[in-house]
């Protein structure tokens, strides 16, 4: 976990038994996604140019997000917290 989150010994103990267990879940999703990044930066130079564009496109909304969307961005949020809350370990 210390390396995937990039927290201390310390900061990893000091968790609840039931935080532990909730950002252990999380860590193959973690690892999924940070996986998912380098095999988009490997393929991107032989992209057709649609493609990198379509690829691009979530990292320009997280930069410069669209005003219009941000209700949406809201609703998202709560899915993920919602998605979160029902892993929990009892």
Do not use: C
């Amino acid at each position: 976990m210390a390396s995937v989150y990039g927290w201390t010994h310390h900061e990893i103990l000091a968790l609840t038994a039931r935080q532990f267990f909730l950002y252990l879940k999380e860590v193959n999703a973690v690892e999924a996604r940070k996986q998912m990044m380098a095999f988009e930066v490997a393929s991107f130079p032989n992209m057709e140019k649609r493609h990198r564009q379509g690829m691009l496109r979530p990292y320009e909304l997280a930069l410069n997000p669209d005003p219009t969307h941000q209700e949406t961005d809201e609703i998202t949020i709560e899915r993920s917290w919602n998605q979160l809350r029902s892993r929990e370990v009892l």
